[in-house]
Protein backbone atom coordinates (compact mmCIF):
# COMPACT_ATOMS: atom_id res chain seq x y z
CA UNK A 1 0.00 0.00 0.00
CA UNK A 2 2.97 2.33 0.76
CA UNK A 3 4.62 1.32 -1.84
CA UNK A 4 1.96 2.68 -4.57
CA UNK A 5 1.38 5.85 -2.91
CA UNK A 6 4.88 6.58 -3.31
CA UNK A 7 4.61 5.60 -7.23
CA UNK A 8 1.55 7.80 -7.62
CA UNK A 9 3.18 10.18 -5.98
CA UNK A 10 6.56 10.14 -8.00
CA UNK A 11 4.54 9.67 -11.19
CA UNK A 12 2.44 13.48 -10.49
CA UNK A 13 5.75 14.95 -9.80
CA UNK A 14 7.41 13.57 -13.19
CA UNK A 15 4.77 14.81 -14.96
CA UNK A 16 4.58 18.49 -13.44
CA UNK A 17 8.61 18.58 -14.44
CA UNK A 18 7.61 17.38 -17.64
CA UNK A 19 4.82 20.25 -17.88
CA UNK A 20 6.53 23.06 -16.64
CA UNK A 21 10.27 21.73 -19.58
CA UNK A 22 7.69 21.83 -22.09
CA UNK A 23 6.68 25.78 -21.05
CA UNK A 24 10.00 26.63 -21.02
CA UNK A 25 10.91 25.51 -24.44
CA UNK A 26 8.21 27.40 -26.12
CA UNK A 27 9.13 30.71 -24.15
CA UNK A 28 12.08 31.08 -25.75
CA UNK A 29 12.95 34.48 -26.91
CA UNK A 30 13.29 35.66 -30.85
CA UNK A 31 16.75 36.54 -31.44
CA UNK A 32 18.36 39.27 -33.72
CA UNK A 33 20.34 36.81 -35.68
CA UNK A 34 23.33 38.20 -37.41
CA UNK A 35 25.98 35.45 -38.73
CA UNK A 36 29.16 36.08 -39.61
CA UNK A 37 28.59 38.45 -43.27
CA UNK A 38 28.84 41.92 -43.13
CA UNK A 39 25.71 42.67 -45.52
CA UNK A 40 26.06 45.89 -47.87
CA UNK A 41 23.58 48.23 -49.42
CA UNK A 42 24.32 47.91 -52.91
CA UNK A 43 25.22 43.51 -52.60
CA UNK A 44 22.29 42.67 -50.30
CA UNK A 45 20.17 45.10 -49.04
CA UNK A 46 19.10 47.11 -52.56
CA UNK A 47 18.40 44.06 -54.47
CA UNK A 48 15.86 42.50 -51.42
CA UNK A 49 14.52 45.98 -51.41
CA UNK A 50 14.09 46.44 -54.89
CA UNK A 51 12.03 43.25 -55.58
CA UNK A 52 9.83 43.11 -52.57
CA UNK A 53 9.30 46.63 -52.66
CA UNK A 54 10.07 48.33 -55.89
CA UNK A 55 6.60 47.39 -57.34
CA UNK A 56 4.91 49.95 -55.47
CA UNK A 57 7.34 52.42 -53.75
CA UNK A 58 9.51 52.65 -57.53
CA UNK A 59 9.48 55.12 -59.81
CA UNK A 60 6.05 54.32 -61.21
CA UNK A 61 3.82 53.72 -57.59
CA UNK A 62 6.16 55.67 -55.28
CA UNK A 63 3.58 54.93 -52.59
CA UNK A 64 4.06 57.13 -49.38
CA UNK A 65 6.37 59.41 -51.69
CA UNK A 66 8.94 56.61 -51.51
CA UNK A 67 11.00 55.47 -54.42
CA UNK A 68 12.87 52.79 -52.49
CA UNK A 69 14.91 51.64 -55.42
CA UNK A 70 16.90 54.80 -54.75
CA UNK A 71 19.84 53.49 -52.62
CA UNK A 72 19.12 57.39 -50.78
CA UNK A 73 16.02 56.79 -49.82
CA UNK A 74 16.20 53.08 -48.88
CA UNK A 75 19.09 55.05 -46.10
CA UNK A 76 16.38 57.56 -45.25
CA UNK A 77 13.57 55.55 -43.96
CA UNK A 78 16.18 53.17 -42.70
CA UNK A 79 18.89 55.98 -40.59
CA UNK A 80 14.99 57.28 -39.20
CA UNK A 81 13.84 53.72 -38.21
CA UNK A 82 10.79 53.37 -40.26
CA UNK A 83 12.27 50.15 -43.08
CA UNK A 84 12.66 47.95 -39.81
CA UNK A 85 9.82 48.95 -37.93
CA UNK A 86 7.49 48.16 -41.19
CA UNK A 87 9.69 45.38 -42.19
CA UNK A 88 9.41 44.07 -38.43
CA UNK A 89 5.60 44.45 -38.53
CA UNK A 90 6.01 45.83 -35.15
CA UNK A 91 3.43 48.23 -32.98
CA UNK A 92 2.08 51.34 -34.54
CA UNK A 93 3.83 50.87 -37.71
CA UNK A 94 2.07 50.29 -41.14
CA UNK A 95 2.91 45.77 -42.21
CA UNK A 96 5.18 46.40 -45.20
CA UNK A 97 4.80 44.42 -47.96
CA UNK A 98 0.83 45.13 -46.96
CA UNK A 99 -0.04 42.05 -45.41
CA UNK A 100 2.62 39.70 -46.31
CA UNK A 101 5.72 40.11 -44.72
CA UNK A 102 8.82 39.06 -45.19
CA UNK A 103 10.78 36.33 -43.89
CA UNK A 104 12.83 36.56 -40.32
CA UNK A 105 15.98 35.87 -42.28
CA UNK A 106 15.23 38.75 -44.75
CA UNK A 107 14.25 41.30 -41.78
CA UNK A 108 17.41 40.23 -39.73
CA UNK A 109 19.74 40.67 -42.74
CA UNK A 110 18.20 44.12 -43.06
CA UNK A 111 18.14 45.49 -39.62
CA UNK A 112 21.87 43.72 -39.19
CA UNK A 113 22.97 46.39 -42.05
CA UNK A 114 21.56 49.09 -40.32
CA UNK A 115 22.67 48.14 -36.02
CA UNK A 116 26.32 48.25 -38.88
CA UNK A 117 25.83 52.05 -39.90
CA UNK A 118 24.31 51.15 -43.30
CA UNK A 119 27.40 50.60 -45.53
C1 LIG B 1 1.54 46.34 -52.59
C2 LIG B 1 2.21 47.63 -52.51
C3 LIG B 1 3.32 47.83 -51.50
C4 LIG B 1 4.45 47.07 -51.32
C5 LIG B 1 4.87 45.79 -52.04
C6 LIG B 1 5.23 47.73 -50.28
N1 LIG B 1 4.58 48.87 -49.87
FE1 LIG B 1 5.26 50.21 -48.49
N2 LIG B 1 3.56 51.30 -48.66
C7 LIG B 1 2.52 51.02 -49.53
C8 LIG B 1 1.45 52.00 -49.35
C9 LIG B 1 0.12 52.03 -50.10
C10 LIG B 1 1.92 52.89 -48.34
C11 LIG B 1 1.20 54.11 -47.76
C12 LIG B 1 0.04 53.73 -46.91
C13 LIG B 1 0.43 53.10 -45.61
O1 LIG B 1 1.24 53.66 -44.87
O2 LIG B 1 -0.13 52.02 -45.30
C14 LIG B 1 3.23 52.43 -47.94
C15 LIG B 1 4.02 53.05 -46.98
C16 LIG B 1 5.30 52.68 -46.67
C17 LIG B 1 6.17 53.39 -45.77
C18 LIG B 1 5.82 54.63 -44.99
C19 LIG B 1 5.18 54.21 -43.69
C20 LIG B 1 5.05 55.35 -42.72
O3 LIG B 1 4.36 55.13 -41.71
O4 LIG B 1 5.62 56.42 -42.94
C21 LIG B 1 7.36 52.73 -45.72
C22 LIG B 1 8.60 53.08 -44.91
C23 LIG B 1 7.23 51.59 -46.61
N3 LIG B 1 5.97 51.59 -47.16
C24 LIG B 1 8.22 50.67 -46.82
C25 LIG B 1 8.05 49.52 -47.58
C26 LIG B 1 9.05 48.48 -47.66
C27 LIG B 1 10.39 48.50 -46.95
C28 LIG B 1 8.54 47.50 -48.46
C29 LIG B 1 9.15 46.19 -48.82
C30 LIG B 1 9.62 45.34 -47.74
C31 LIG B 1 7.23 47.96 -48.92
N4 LIG B 1 6.97 49.16 -48.34
C32 LIG B 1 6.43 47.26 -49.79
C33 LIG B 1 2.47 50.00 -50.47
C34 LIG B 1 3.41 48.97 -50.59
Known sequence: MKKSVFLIASVLVLSFAACKSTKETTAVKETLNCGTTAY???GDIQPLISSNCGGCHGTKGKKAGLDLNLPETIK???ADGRLVCVMRAAKGC????PGQPLS???VDKVECWVNNGMK
Not at 94 to 97: E, G, K, R
Request: hydrophobic share 60%.
Open 40 to 42: TLA
Open 76 to 78: TVA
Open 94 to 97: AVMP
Open 104 to 106: KID
